[in-house]
Every structure is written in C-alpha cells, then in structure tokens.
T-cell receptor, first 112, second 111 residues
Framework: QKEVEQNSGPLSVPEGAIASLNCTYS??????FFWYRQYSGKSPELIMF????GDKEDGRFTAQLNKASQYVSLLIRDSQPSDSATYLC????????????FGKGTLLTVNP | DGGITQSPKYLFRKEGQNVTLSCEQN?????MYWYRQDPGQGLRLIYY???????QKGDIAEGYSVSREKKESFPLTVTSAQKNPTAFYLC??????????FGQGTRLTVV
C-alpha cells in the first residue's frame, strides 16, 4: 500500500461548484497533514494544514481530517477557474521520523 | 526577504557528468528536503535532513548525494550513477513536523 494515495483525476467541476479532493494515508501514527496547490511548471504552495480531527476552514477552503479512517480531504467552495491546478496531499509524523511524504496529486479543472 | 533559494533555475548535464544543485534558506528551519518531480507525477523524496551534519535517504536516493554542513544550506549532487536525471528538482524546508516551504525549483535536462 502506498503511503499517501490520491485520485489522480482529472477532476472537472463547473465554476461556482464545490470541488472535493480526497487523500488516504497508511501510517496510523501520522500527526500533521497538508494540502498544497501546484500550478503547471511552478513549485507547490501551501493551502491548508490540519493537525486535529474535524474540520478547519480558511476562506473558501475547508480541510477535513478523520484519523480513525486515515482520511484527509480538501473542499473548495465557489470554485474559480484560477483554482485549476494540481492539489498535493502531504503527511508527516514522529513515527516516520518526520519524513514529509506526498501523494501523486489530483489535477483539478474548473470550467467557466 | 526570508525564503528558500534554489539555483540554477535551469541546468543542463552531459552524459556521465556530476552536477550540483544549490538550496539555501534563511528561515532558520531545522529540516530540509529534496524532491524529484517527473511530468504528471507527484513529489518523490530523495534525501532529507533534520539537523546539521545528518541526513537520511528518502525513497529514491540512488544516484544522488547530499551534504548538510550548515543549517542554511543543503546542496544536492546528481551523480553519473543516476541514469535518468532529467526532472524538476524541488528543495523545501520546515520546522520539524510543520508545513514545508518550497524553493522555485531547478529543471535539470540531460543533453
């Protein structure tokens, strides 16, 4: 089983819709969870981080963490064409010696 | 300006040649990372370091070497043993167990 798994997509949503991006991880001892956005040819930029079970909201973005199910998601409300990018999930924790591991990313396309 | 600087932005390597990619940070971060990204792929960890003079292999360390002589610097050498080095290389740094920040990347091409 891969350490961090994401659907590669592409995920296509209309402008104004909610985009839902999912990520599962294999190490039950993982402690910190991150979502990055990467535009084509650019380096990743941090969108959200979450450490505790539940939801965390920041503007149009909501991160959801369920440690029992080893699942973390990112919701993007009122999706805009500028949100079109690859979204990368990353995980780290003490048990993995703080190795920061990324999933392969999900390509999101928001259609005007 | 605080941040991570990678250089060069573009690099060309001849067959059998070693090349070194530079990564410098002034964020006072303990941890530094090197990732490789191939087209349409995620980030694969090459090496990471949590403290000066210590580093660990990631998932694809073969054909690469690193050093961490200073907290601010974590250079990556792509050796001739790396048979398929053409890729986008990303350096990142973080406070341990928190979010990582990335440099602008180095695009390496074998000619």
């Amino acid at each position: 089983q891969k350490e961090v798994e994401q659907n590669s997509g592409p995920l296509s949503v209309p402008e104004g819709a909610i985009a839902s991006l999912n990520c599962t991880y294999s190490d039950r001892g993982s402690q910190s969870f991150f979502w990055y956005r990467q535009y084509s040819g650019k380096s990743p930029e941090l969108i959200m981080f979450i450490y505790s079970n539940g939801d965390k909201e920041d503007g149009r973005f909501t991160a959801q963490l369920n440690k029992a199910s080893q699942y973390v998601s990112l919701l993007i409300r009122d999706s805009q064409p500028s949100d079109s990018a690859t979204y990368l999930c990353a995980v780290t924790g003490r048990r993995s010696n703080y190795k920061l591991t990324f999933g392969k990313g999900t390509l999101l396309t928001v259609n005007p | 300006d605080g941040g991570i600087t990678q250089s060069p932005k573009y690099l060309f390597r001849k067959e059998g040649q070693n090349v070194t990619l530079s990564c410098e940070q002034n964020l006072n971060h303990d941890a530094m990372y090197w990732y490789r990204q191939d087209p349409g792929q995620g980030l694969r960890l090459i090496y990471y370091s949590q403290i000066v003079n210590d580093f660990q292999k990631g998932d694809i360390a073969e054909g690469y070497s690193v050093s961490r002589e200073k907290k601010e610097s974590f250079p990556l050498t792509v050796t001739s043993a790396q048979k398929n080095p053409t890729a986008f290389y990303l350096c990142a740094s973080s406070i341990l167990n928190t979010e990582a920040f990335f440099g602008q990347g180095t695009r390496l091409t074998v000619v």
